[in-house]
Nanobody
Framework: VQLQASGGGLVQAGDSLRLSCALT????????MAWFRQTPGKEREFAAS????????EYARSVKGRFTISRDNARDMMYLQMNSLQAEDTAVYYC????????????????WGQGTQVTVSS
């Protein structure tokens, strides 16, 4: 399984950005997907997760109401729509996958993308 995250960039506070994650190498639908983020010197932080069908989502308190996770099983793609971005959202964003269960713990996910940098200027 390979994950490729894209869509990061430099934006201003209040702007929106959409991240994408492509899964290749295996069928997409068996995988539970998630987004994590990390800043230098800190542990990887859970942002959002989505179940296999896309009907169940979970969010970290810090992003709930501003970020929306979604997936397109026909295209083997996952997305993170980020609205009302704040300077505190600046991080490298990683997409991840596992076949077992939804979790906010990074160690529950066995596959990781390379990360995409999101920088929000205030």
């Amino acid at each position: 399984v390979q994950l490729q995250a894209s869509g990061g960039g430099l934006v201003q506070a209040g702007d929106s950005l959409r991240l994408s994650c492509a899964l290749t190498g295996r069928r997409f639908t068996p995988y539970i997907m998630a987004w994590f983020r990390q800043t230098p010197g800190k542990e990887r932080e859970f942002a959002a997760s989505i179940n296999r069908s896309g009907g169940l989502t979970e969010y970290a308190r810090s992003v709930k109401g501003r970020f929306t996770i979604s997936r397109d099983n026909a295209r083997d793609m996952m997305y993170l729509q980020m609205n009302s971005l704040q300077a505190e959202d600046t991080a490298v964003y990683y997409c991840s996958a596992n076949q077992e269960f939804m979790s906010a713990r990074a160690d529950a996910y066995e596959y990781w993308g390379q990360g995409t940098q999101v920088t929000v200027s205030s």
